[in-house]
């Protein structure tokens, strides 16, 4: 039996996610690197209870017309754009684990802002690199680390401080997850990945993070076709594969 | 009457005098966003930003030439340029952790006489965001905040002791205002330059702590 890791939908990509499952959910800010019909069909699905490690808190679908309209100077998100702010907004979240939750203008509340605030979810606020860190440790097997990052401010609380040089440090645990749902462009059976530009941001970081990785790409191709110089993510820190549209369909559409 | 305070470009072109060769830079939101327009002609530094690039080019205006795959922390459009490289986020903050990021332009909401940062909670605000400010303030080998010398309503934003929550504890060097340029220093905030027309003691009168006076104290140049 070959190895095979591409997976023909993305409901079916999706289906094991339980109940109670931490998300790992790749992106940054933008449009190009979040993995939008990943989140759609884990939204579709409807687990609950799930702990959702991210950059952003998620502008969801109610926000999101504004911030296109915003944004239309900038750079153009696709119509039916959606991040993980819809599976907040759906009610789904238990815990986020965010490093940008809040809104960047005060007159706006993102949906995570609204649930904290309703007592129906909590948050857990991280230094952006802290996050990255503790993300990568839990690929490498790291248990946690000290970092310089966070002595004297919010991020001290509740941590064990130690010196290192003269110098005081924080120990930060791993951070995993159960499924890492990433964005990459190009894919290979085995689940060897590449990205295009700034889209490898949080997406590289999380793949082989969380006991499965699930990678939503452009293009699968041919072995082979992938120059094994060029690889960034070797096959073994994926476990499936699913190919995206080139349009994204209604977030609640079967896909 | 004091005289008019800077604009956000004189400030920002202000802040680009601090480019020296070579420095691998890193802008944050805003005001120090705008200081890559004014990279003096002889000095070749290299832009890093969060979400993993090295060495990009100039922000894209026109969004129909945007490619929504190249773009910087604040979701700005960014261009190709020969020499530039890509990575994710862990190797970013490496960089960043690491100390390889020569020079930090952050915006600030208060800063103390003993360089402390304040700048991730809007008063208000039950929730704040980290970003990758925290990160910068603590572990770049510079850190210069451009803001306003003093909040639109007057309140003053540079005091002996933040009231807001820290972004990092004594992580600023260098001061750049609407009105003002101070050094932070063992012995207090120096006080080194000046907007055209303004005094020291007009600037002093915005200033909680005591400011020491250089004695190279000089007009901020607009060039």
Redo the contacts between chains.
């Keep these: 039996m070959a190895i095979d890791k591409v997976v023909g939908s993305f409901d079916e990509a999706v289906a094991d996610v339980a109940d109670g499952a931490t998300l790992l959910i790749g992106g940054f800010a933008g449009p190009g690197e979040c993995p939008s019909c990943l989140i759609a069909a884990v939204a579709r699905k409807g687990a609950k209870e799930l702990t959702i490690v991210g950059n952003l808190g998620g502008w969801g679908t109610n926000l999101f017309p504004v911030i296109r309209e915003r944004m239309r100077n900038l750079i153009a998100f696709p119509p039916e754009f959606v991040d993980h702010g819809l599976l907040v907004e759906r009610g789904q979240l238990k815990k986020g684990i965010f490093s940008y939750p809040d809104a960047p203008s005060p007159a706006m509340l993102m949906p995570v802002e609204r649930a904290v605030a309703e007592g129906k979810a909590e948050l857990e606020l991280v230094p952006q690199g802290t996050l990255a860190e503790r993300i990568r440790a839990a690929k490498s097997g790291i248990a946690a680390f000290y970092t310089p990052v966070g002595p004297g401010t919010i991020a001290e609380a509740g941590k064990e401080v130690r010196q290192f040089n003269g110098r005081p440090h924080l120990l930060e645990p791993a951070l995993g997850g159960d499924f890492s749902l990433i964005r990459a462009h190009k894919a290979d059976r085995y689940g060897n990945l590449v990205y295009r530009g700034t889209s490898r941001t949080f997406n590289g970081t999380m793949a082989g993070a969380s006991t499965i990785t699930i990678a939503e790409v452009d293009e699968v191709v041919e072995l082979g076709e992938l120059d094994s110089e060029q690889i960034i993510t070797p096959g073994l820190y994926a476990q499936r594969v699913v190919v995206r549209p080139a349009r994204l369909p209604p977030w609640d559409e079967p896909l | 009457m004091a005289d008019e305070r800077l604009d956000e470009q004189t400030m920002a072109l202000r802040v680009a005098k601090e480019f020296q060769d070579g420095m691998i830079v890193n802008l944050g ?1 805003g005001i120090p966003t705008l200081c890559s327009n004014f990279v003096p002609p002889d000095v070749e530094i290299l832009f890093h ?5 090295l060495g990009f080019g100039s922000i894209i205006q026109d ?1 129909e030439e ?8 604040g ?4 261009s ?1 340029q020969a020499g530039m490289s ?5 190797e ?3 960089m ?2 690491g100390g390889h990021i020569d020079l930090a332009v952050l915006g600030g909401l208060q800063v103390s006489e003993q360089g402390d940062l304040a700048n991730w909670l ?1 008063p ?9 400010g ?2 910068l303030a ?2 770049a080998k510079r850190v210069i905040v451009v803001m306003a010398h003093t909040t639109k309503d007057g309140q003053l934003k540079i005091l002996k002791r933040c009231s807001f ?5 004594a992580c600023v060097d260098l001061i750049v205002t609407d009105v003002a340029v101070m050094a932070v220093t063992p012995q207090g905030l120096v006080l080194q330059e000046m907007a055209p027309g303004w005094t020291a003691e007009e600037v002093q009168s915005l200033t909680e702590p005591r400011l020491i006076l250089s004695p190279q104290l000089k007009p901020i140049e607009l060039l």
């Design positions: 939101f930003t969060e979400n993993g690039a969004p945007a490619d929504i795959d190249f773009i910087n922390a979701v700005q459009p960014i190709r890509l990575f994710e986020h862990a970013s903050f490496s960043v952790r809007l208000g605000k039950a929730i704040g965001s980290l970003g990758g925290m990160d603590f572990c929550p820290l972004t990092a504890p």
